[in-house]
């Protein structure tokens, strides 16, 4: 009974933010000329609103029919922002071991200096990338990365270092923040007052008690990176569903791109939620 009021909860949050996304999508419209357009703004609300639920593929989109087409568009987004969240996430979880377990004593200086580098603008660190992989092609002779999509060769390993690198920054920020505040807690002192070593300590009690913490800035990192992934397939010639709204900026098309993004997400922190038991995720649960 409790799964099933929790399943309806879920349902009609689901079903208020696709109305809120349909109400953005449409929102252009509502402010044209420089003067409110309200009538036209509901017009098109209403019109999008009876495309979504008598949907056709034929015409549901003016420029050609939806599916196929835009599932290419929305797999090549998906790749890119897949694969660098678990890189950000890997490479964050390997730099907070390598913190804690061998460079101890420089801790704090370490948590400062990624503090610094997570207030490094996204933009300059595509930049950056870019210009130290054409550098040491022009310098040195070495290709590391292709650095444009173009025709059949495909950028990928360097545009997901791009989207990776400052989502690992914020990453190993919350990462380190945790474990630095659970160590200060009694149990973690009386686990090492009786001798069990920091390695022990990190994975059979602090990690399982930061795990929630972390899931909940995973939602930060998502979004931001989201934020970022037009920059990336602009800059990378990606043909994403990014690159398909700019390129076809219809309320349809902004609805089909948001909804891409939003329902996967929505439905993975859902399902935590309901399916991962409280006890594993830890004392803020």
Request: proline fraction near 4%; hydrophobic fraction near 55%.
């Amino acid at each position: 009974m409790l799964f099933l009021k929790r399943f309806i909860i879920i349902l009609l949050q689901l079903i208020f933010s696709l109305f809120i996304i349909v109400c953005i999508s449409t929102f252009p419209v509502l402010i044209r000329d420089l003067s409110l357009n309200m009538k036209l703004y509901f017009a098109s609300a209403y019109e999008l609103l009876r495309k979504i639920i008598f949907f056709d593929n034929e015409s549901y989109w003016e420029a050609s029919a939806v599916f196929p087409r835009v599932l290419l568009n929305i797999k090549e987004s998906f790749y890119i922002l897949g694969y660098s969240f678990l890189t950000a996430f890997l490479f964050s979880a390997i730099v907070v071991y390598i913190c804690f377990l061998l460079l101890r004593k420089w801790v704090p200086q370490l948590s400062s200096l990624f503090n610094l580098m997570e207030a490094v603008p996204d933009i300059l660190v595509i930049c950056l990338l870019q210009l130290a992989v054409i550098y040491l092609y022009k310098k040195l002779g070495i290709h590391l990365f292709q650095v444009v999509s173009f025709g059949q060769e495909r950028s990928l390993l360097l545009p997901v270092l791009s989207l990776s690198l400052p989502a690992s920054f914020y990453f190993i920020k919350s990462f380190m923040f945790g474990v630095l505040h659970e160590e200060e807690k009694h149990y973690a002192q009386f686990a090492k007052a009786v001798g069990f070593s920091d390695w022990y300590i990190l994975n059979r009690h602090i990690l399982r008690n930061i795990v929630d913490e972390l899931v909940i800035n995973s939602k930060t990192v998502v979004w931001t990176m989201l934020s970022t992934l037009f920059i990336i397939e602009r800059l990378y010639n990606i043909h994403g569903i990014t690159m398909l709204i700019y390129e076809y900026p219809t309320p349809e098309m902004f609805f089909l791109g948001a909804t891409a993004f939003f329902i996967p997400v929505f439905l993975v922190y859902k399902l935590y939620e309901l399916l991962v038991p409280r006890m594993v995720r830890g004392e803020r649960a």
